[in-house]
Nanobody, 125 residues
């Protein structure tokens, strides 16, 4: 059994920073990429960022590009999300996810095989 466990969420004021972490445990697996999604109340889960381990390429949703940075260690299936200049609209539950097979569009939740339980990020104005 594989578990992805996020940590680092919390409450900050607008303009502040948070760093999310996600670590895998349980059965050993090899991921092609890992990413972060978020889901605000009443909204669908949306793509935030992704890192492809083999070529080191990163992708970002437009509204977070320049403010968020994804990084990690593919060998350990560990991924981080540094979030700076946070805005109230960044408030959501943030989920990490692992893509084992490069099986679909990078911003499509169904393309990811394993998910964490989520960590709450709240940004106040």
């Amino acid at each position: 059994q594989v578990q992805l466990v996020e940590s680092g969420g919390g409450s900050v004021q607008a303009g502040g920073s948070l760093r999310l972490s996600c670590a895998a445990s349980g059965r050993t697996f090899s991921s092609y990429a890992m990413g972060w999604f978020r889901q605000a109340p009443g909204k669908e889960r949306e793509f935030v960022a992704r890192i492809n381990w083999s070529i080191g390429v990163t992708y970002y949703e437009n509204s977070v590009r320049g403010r968020f940075t994804i990084s990690g260690d593919g060998a350990k299936n560990t991924v981080y999300l540094q979030m700076n200049s946070l805005k109230p609209e960044d408030t959501a539950v943030y989920y990490c996810a692992a893509d084992l097979t490069r099986g679909g569009s990078i911003d499509y939740p169904g393309a990811y095989d394993y998910w964490g339980q989520g960590t709450q990020v709240t940004v106040s104005s």
